[in-house]
């Protein structure tokens, strides 16, 4: 059973607003992910972390930011949400040797 | 160039076929993911592999490390196999994908 958790599951909100995505795991994994899917499209990532205070950008840029101030934590932000970033955002995690795990998604809709 | 390539793009088959989804990657990789995901589903871990063949039920997948390459084989295929498949690799600390390949199989 996977212990990863994405909140909300489906937004709408104003172009403008600011904005966080929120990914949590319980397992104790160190390496965190966001990616953007575009529906019938390919994943695309944007945002990474290999443990504690370390994130990354991936190839998508996507005017987003991410924290890792907890392990178990990995917040995505826009911080002025525009028509462009109506997406699905998905969250995952993985450590060692271990499969990767998904969240169930954030499907976003900024109007 | 994505460092994830998968074929086919797209594949229809019909129920009780023999199925071969293949990846092939370009960077050194220290494992190889094959995933599921149904439409408007989220994604599902099927394997994890680092190194030569893993089966679960009628789902088998293979890697040859030396050539850069993993298939996945789904035997006795069901219209219920119909998915996205999606190849990830290990690399670099990031998690890569490849563009999927949409399953279909037909009663």
């Given at each position: 059973e996977a212990d990863i958790y994405q909140t909300p599951r489906y937004l709408v909100i104003g172009t403008g607003k600011k904005i966080t995505l929120e990914c949590s795991q319980t397992m104790g994994h160190d390496k965190m992910y966001w990616y953007q899917q575009d529906p019938g499209m390919e994943l695309h990532l944007i945002h990474y972390s290999y443990g504690v205070n370390s994130t990354e950008k991936g190839d998508l840029s996507s005017e987003s930011t991410v924290s890792r101030i907890r392990t178990e934590h990995f917040p995505l932000t826009l911080e002025s949400a525009r028509p462009s970033h109506t997406s699905q955002y998905l969250c995952a995690s993985t450590t060692g040797n271990t499969e990767a795990f998904f969240g169930q998604g954030t499907r976003l809709t900024v109007v | 160039k994505n460092e994830v390539e998968q074929s086919p793009q797209n594949l229809t088959a019909q129920e009780g076929e023999f199925i071969t989804i293949n990846c092939s990657y370009s960077v050194g990789i220290s494992a190889l993911h094959w995933l599921q995901q149904h439409p408007g589903g989220g994604i599902v871990s099927l394997f994890m592999l680092s190194s030569g063949k893993k089966k679960h039920g009628r789902l088998i997948a293979t890697i040859n490390i030396q050539e850069k390459h993993s298939s996945l084989h789904i035997t006795?295929?069901?219209?219920?196999?119909?998915a996205v498949y999606i190849c990830a690799v290990r690399w670099a600390q990031k998690l890569v994908f490849g563009q999927g390949t949409r399953l279909t199989i037909n009663p």
């Open positions: - | 006795a295929s069901h219209p219920r196999d119909s």
